[in-house]
């Protein structure tokens, strides 16, 4: 038994080698000559002239053959066996029941080939002797031995030749595929394929033949981008898409290579790109698609399908982009919690990654259709194609705010100079204070303001911020500081005094803020130099500052102080008849300085008939409102009810 089942062995394994037959080293293309013997129910011959052996209607004894869907119930012990050609209806195969005699039993011209072209010859091949069997059982089992020949086509030249060697029968039906490699000539378009059997009838050779074909044979061509990639899956949004492909051979066939690019939107029908007959192709489109090239050894035979041979195929897979995930709506903040959790839904197959902005920023969570923020604001979900890897073009805005009321929408605001934020009227309690409607930069309180703008205030409430922001529109007026001064004429005395108010009538103003040394003490407005009664002691060509408040802002002068002689010049006589002419006793010069005098009339008799002041003139009348007879008149001034600075003297009334 060990012996049967070596033996046994040794036929199957050298039932598998092709002898010194051989396929294409390199690219075998679209099949140009198929012959898998039709389908249908029954036998059927070959056309004449295919053989020298006899047409039997059922299963073939020696010397005979048959074309039939099958070896179903044979009466030898053959296989039970459909055809080989896949997926056919009722296909059918070629049955030979070897002569006597070794010899040819196939014969058929292949026509449309081209000149200079390499070609693979193929057909499968099974051995119907079945194990265990009669023939094999009595050790009289003659194996299927099959030479296959290619000619040209007068049948006078031996293009090519090989032998299956023996094939032996074996427990299981077992196909094998044979092939044969050859080369036409200059001018040849046709080639006589033979079969042969090398072996004589008997007890076996009997043998099926299916699926001959014969195939263009090049190199192995491979195409692939400026990466090497042969398959490329984008996104929609991804396109249009551009590349360059380049055709690679491996040299296995070929010395030299022309091509035609094609291109095709199912992978089944191609369309020859106009023109692009490199080596490479840019290729930019808006669609997937697939792309090839087809090659040839000599360029004439490039106009010829049958004479060329097929790339390897480059692949652009165009996925959809998902849609974007659907808002469960927007949340109100919890400022107890800190928090607000948000959520979306999302497609099948789809992920979700969240966003501080609507496109670019900050990644703040992957794979999660909820995220729980900390701070008020928008949030950003996407979707990702759990097989693609596309995302959607655009994302879901979620907010989360708080119910705080905005603060009230304040007017403008003037101010003089600049202003601290915090002295602003805003309307509110808890105020904070930014440079934009956004909110992304807050600003101090004690932040001072020194030129027109605006600023944008919020309002927080149980620790929520509003999340509207109220404009607040800041003025900021400047002062006027007048260059120009006035200038103050004073007396001289050894105690000089001024009434500043004579300055101009601009400080009659009830706007009017005081006077000051310095110009820095009038713009902050500190160190009055005013006194109850107006008057300041002075020195020559000093200058002070008055000020005043006009409107938000205020208005500096400068008084220059310049001093000049005062002497006192008094009347001697009055005529007070009303005409206009000395009516009064009219003191000259008078100045500001002697604002607090005091004059009292005398009459010869000594008694004191007038008081007054330089707002009250003596007009030659008596307390009781009598003109006082004609005569001299006595007068006592004295100036500042100073009892060092009286002058005395008579005055003569005359009407």
Known sequence: MKYLFTFFLFLFLYSTVN???????????????????????????????????????????????????????????????????PNDNNGRLLIVNADFNPGEFYKTTISGLCEFTTYEFSAWVLNLLKVPGFCVDLGIEIPINVKFQIWNESETALIASGDTGDIYATAAPTWGEYGLVFQTLENQNSVVLKMLNNGAGG????????????????????????????????????????????ATPDFSVFSSHFYQ?????????????????????????????????????????????????????????????????????????DCSLNQAVLSV?????????????????????????????????????????????????????????????????????????????????TNGENIRFYTEQTGDTELDEITEITADTTVYISQTVDDCESLDLVAIEIIIEDPTIYTDHFELLYCESNNPMVNLFDASDVFLSSNFSGFFNSLDDAENATNSINTPNDFVVVSENQMVYGRIENGVC???????????????????????????????????????????????????????????????????????????PVGTYFYVLRLNNDANDVFTGWVYSNY
């Open 19 to 85: 002898a010194q037959l051989g396929f294409c080293n390199g690219n075998s293309g679209t099949p140009i000559f198929v012959e898998d013997f039709g389908t249908g129910i029954g036998n059927v011959p070959l056309p004449p002239g295919t053989t020298n052996y006899l047409y039997s209607p059922g299963f073939p004894n020696d010397s005979f053959y048959t074309v039939k869907n099958g070896t179903f119930g044979n009466p030898y012990d053959w296989q039970e066996v459909e055809d080989h050609t």
């Open 203 to 246: 007890c076996g050779n009997d043998l099926a033949i299916d699926d001959i074909e014969f195939k263009t044979c090049g190199d192995n061509v491979f195409v692939s981008d400026e990466l090497g990639n042969s398959i490329v899956s984008i996104c929609e949004n991804e396109m249009p898409y551009a590349t360059t492909l380049t």
């Open 261 to 333: 690019w094609q291109e095709s939107s199912d992978g089944i029908t191609w369309q020859d790109i106009s023109g692009e007959t490199n080596q490479s192709i840019t290729i930019n489109t808006t669609s997937a698609g697939f792309y090839r090239t087809k090659i040839s050894e000599f360029a004439d035979n490039l106009l010829n399908d049958q004479c060329v041979l097929f790339s390897d195929v480059f692949q652009l897979i165009v996925n959809p982009n998902p849609p974007a995930p659907s808002s469960d709506g927007d949340v109100e903040f």
């Open 345 to 425: 839904t999302s497609t099948s197959n789809t992920s979700v990654n969240w966003y501080d902005s609507a496109s670019g920023g900050l990644l703040l969570q992957t794979n999660s259709v909820t995220y729980t923020a900390n701070t008020i604001g928008t949030y950003y979900a996407e979707a990702i194609d759990n097989l693609t890897g596309c995302i959607s073009t655009t994302r879901t805005a979620i907010d989360t705010s708080s119910n705080t009321p905005a603060p009230n929408a304040p007017s403008p605001q003037s101010f003089c100079s600049s202003v601290l934020l915090q002295e602003l009227q």
């Open 554 to 628: 205020y208005e500096v002068y400068p008084l220059l102080l310049v001093s000049e002689n005062c002497d006192i010049i008094i009347p001697q006589a009055i005529s007070p008849n009303d005409d206009g002419l000395n009516d009064t006793f009219q003191i000259q010069n008078l100045y500001d300085v002697h604002l607090n005098h005091s004059l009292k009339i005398y009459n010869r008799h000594g008694i004191c008939i007038f008081e007054g002041d330089n707002n009250r003139q003596w007009a030659g009348k008596s307390k009781d409102g009598d003109v006082v």
